[in-house]
């Protein structure tokens, strides 16, 4: 044989094991293995069809992700050959170990959140409720499958007022899983917005894939006034839908843990086939409890006539203005502005945060741990200036910030109004210390020539 003919045979050899190997890999008993040649496929065709865009980045994640679940598949198949998952008796750990009562709970956001007392106290009462519930029934199966009556809690009241940060707060302290989502951004088919069932899936992923604990987690929605379609709320009617999907998840609905239009996650569950992580193929909803948030603003002047008008001879009117109607809001005000009968029916603790006065503002600035001072504080002290504060210019603040009607909100417009040209000129200049007066707050603009030009940093100029 020539030389040739040696190197083509040799050839030949080599094609043919890369061809048995290449069928090897397509017929492959193992589905994982043939999962992965399906996904190699997919994405050879898919790319000829698709360039850019979400497609080719999709495909991207998969594969990436496709690595990291062979990775994390291995290190779950070790941790279970040593029994129960770490992590899994940790987080059961916490939940069982839980020893507050409610009034630790709101002591505790009583150093963040300022008046809303009402509030408070529902949300303590029901958090630890509710976990009495979860320890209940990991204590005992039978409970789990037993009925159980969920207080789901709706918070309501103006904008700026705390809703939101009550419920920040609130899971920075919980142990227990929690997904927070926005209303508005929910769809009612889910293709184009958020699938409502997307909720679930994050309380999954809070527990790092444990299907058994998210089951027990607690799921927030806020901007929920956003979602009712009535001509009184000024809405269109597609909330309806989104509705009537919420409501099915409020009650009890098992909640596949992989999203039907997730193209990445429906792959990423065929390579994970046989997992022992995806053994549980749902999540029931039954114990998962709902706390919703909404500003209903148009909701207060309708309670606000309601009531004016039923009151006629009897002299009974809200005494403190715009705050004061949102608690006597009926289950009929809420259909009226909007929402499904069935889905404020399953929303039975309802509670309204009062409006926010001048005082409480205040407080805000001095008092709560999250209060906006003690950032300005830490930006000046950035650049070598100690700011302070009198108890006067604290009021003037506030009282601008009131005016604003945008609840504390309003502080943060009327501290960077104030500090815009203290924050630009101060830093370049000899000045080191800035103490805030009511008259800096009446002034400020003189307040700083003032400053800058006995700075002797020339900064004076600019303005
Ligand atoms: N009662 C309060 N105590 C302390 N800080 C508050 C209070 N209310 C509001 N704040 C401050 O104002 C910010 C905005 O409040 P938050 O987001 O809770 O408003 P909201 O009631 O949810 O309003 P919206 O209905 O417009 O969403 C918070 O991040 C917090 O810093
Ligand atoms: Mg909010």
Request: glycine share 0%; charged share 55%.
């Given at each position: 044989m020539d030389d040739e003919c040696q190197e083509r045979s040799q050839k030949d050899i080599k094609t043919e094991e890369k061809g048995n190997e290449e069928k090897k890999l397509l017929s492959d008993p193992d589905p994982k293995a043939s999962s992965v040649n399906l996904l190699e496929k997919l994405r050879e065709q898919f790319s000829g069809l698709f360039f850019g865009g979400t497609v080719s980045t999709n495909f991207f994640h998969i594969d990436h992700a496709d690595k990291i679940d062979h990775k994390t598949e291995r290190r779950q198949r070790e941790e279970s050959s040593d029994g129960d998952g770490e992590e899994k008796s940790e987080q059961l750990e916490g939940i069982r170990n839980f020893s507050m009562v409610p009034r630790d709970v709101y002591e505790y956001l009583q150093r963040f959140v300022i008046r809303q007392e009402e509030a408070k106290k529902v949300l303590s009462v029901t958090v630890c409720d509710h976990y009495n519930h979860v320890r209940h029934c990991l204590a005992n199966p039978d409970a789990a499958i037993a009925d159980y009556s969920k207080p789901n809690v709706l918070l309501l009241g103006p904008t700026g007022v705390g809703k939101t940060y009550l419920m920040r707060n609130l899971a920075k302290l919980l142990g227990v899983p929690f997904a927070k989502g926005d209303a508005t951004k929910f769809s009612e088919t889910g293709y184009i917005g958020n699938d409502v069932e997307d909720l679930v899936r994050d309380l999954l992923r809070a527990t790092n894939g444990n299907a058994e604990l998210a089951q027990y987690g607690i799921i927030f929605i806020d901007?929920?006034?956003?979602i009712a379609s009535s001509e009184e709320s000024g809405r269109?009617?597609?909330g309806r839908g989104v509705q009537i999907n919420l409501l099915k998840l409020m009650e009890d609905a098992d909640v596949s843990i992989v999203a039907p239009n997730d193209i990445t996650a429906q792959m990423r569950a065929m390579v994970n086939f046989?997992?022992?992580?995806?053994?549980?193929k749902s999540i029931s909803t039954r114990h998962i409890l709902f706390i919703v948030s909404g500003a209903f603003d148009k909701l207060n002047d309708h309670v606000r006539r309601r009531t004016a008008d039923s009151a006629i001879g009897f002299g009974c009117r809200g005494k403190n203005g715009k705050n004061c109607y949102l608690d006597q809001a009926t289950t009929a005000d809420f259909v009226l502005y909007g929402l499904e009968p069935e889905f404020i029916g399953r929303l039975p603790v309802r509670v309204a945060c009062k409006h926010l006065e001048k005082n409480d503002l205040a407080q805000i600035l001095q008092r709560s741990e999250g209060s906006i001072l003690r950032q300005y504080v830490l930006d000046f002290s950035g650049y070598g200036i100690a700011l302070s504060f009198d108890d006067d210019a604290i009021y003037a603040i506030a009282a601008i910030a009131e005016e604003e009607k945008t609840g504390a909100r309003g502080l943060m417009t009327v501290l960077e109004r104030l500090f815009r040209d203290f924050k630009f000129h101060l830093p370049s200049s000899a000045v080191r210390r800035l103490h805030v007066t009511k008259d800096v707050v009446a002034n400020p603009e003189d307040h700083l020539k003032m400053l800058l030009s006995s700075g002797s940093s020339g900064a004076a100029d600019f303005l």
């Open positions: 901007e929920v006034d956003k269109d009617v597609s046989d997992s022992k992580t995806c053994k549980k």
